[in-house]
């Protein structure tokens, strides 16, 4: 196995999905405190979220929360509840290749802007023949990581 030309530096989200995420909100933002920093809607993608931030900086992370425009249409963003977990990536771009070359399984849809406008793209949570390797039942977003996240969490 080649040298790995990326590093994974830390959690930069994860998402949770329902039906409602008003109920979502009433416990992360009402209870939790966690303040709301933007909205996203994407037809394309089948979802409605709220985006909410614990902490400042480099080492804030992200919490979405997402509900489906159609439940009835794909991707259900509320199945499984914890949607995804997203991980800050140093280079992208190389981490694509390279996972691609050991076989990785990645959703369609490639290298896109992302709800909080960093490069994005997920790793399927099933392998197939083609492409055995996946996120072992789990939904992964890789998220370019911008230079002073970079800078904070590598040192």
């Known amino acids: 196995m080649a040298e790995r030309p990326f590093n994974v530096l830390g959690i930069q989200q994860i998402a949770i999905g329902g ?8 416990l992360w933002s009402g209870l939790f405190g966690v303040t ?5 809607v994407s037809e394309s993608e089948n979802v409605d979220e709220d985006i909410l931030q614990l902490g400042t900086g480099p080492h804030a992370v992200e919490i979405d929360l997402m ?3 159609n439940p009835d249409v ?6 499984p509840t ?3 977990v997203g991980l800050w990536i140093d280079d992208l771009e190389a981490a694509v290749a390279w996972l691609s070359e050991q076989g990785m399984r990645f959703t369609p849809g490639g290298i896109r802007k992302g709800a909080s ?18 996120g072992e039942g ?3 977003e890789l998220v370019q990581a911008p ?3 970079i800078a904070a969490l590598s040192s």
């Open 19 to 26: 039906l409602d995420k008003s109920a979502l909100s009433g």
């Open 36 to 40: 709301k920093v933007g909205d996203y």
């Open 67 to 69: 509900q489906p425009l």
């Open 74 to 79: 794909s991707p259900k963003v509320h199945v």
């Open 82 to 84: 914890l949607n995804h």
């Open 117 to 134: 406008g960093h490069d994005v793209c997920f790793i399927h949570p099933k392998g197939n023949e083609a492409t055995p390797q996946s």
């Open 138 to 140: 789990v939904l992964i």
């Open 147 to 149: 230079s002073d996240v």
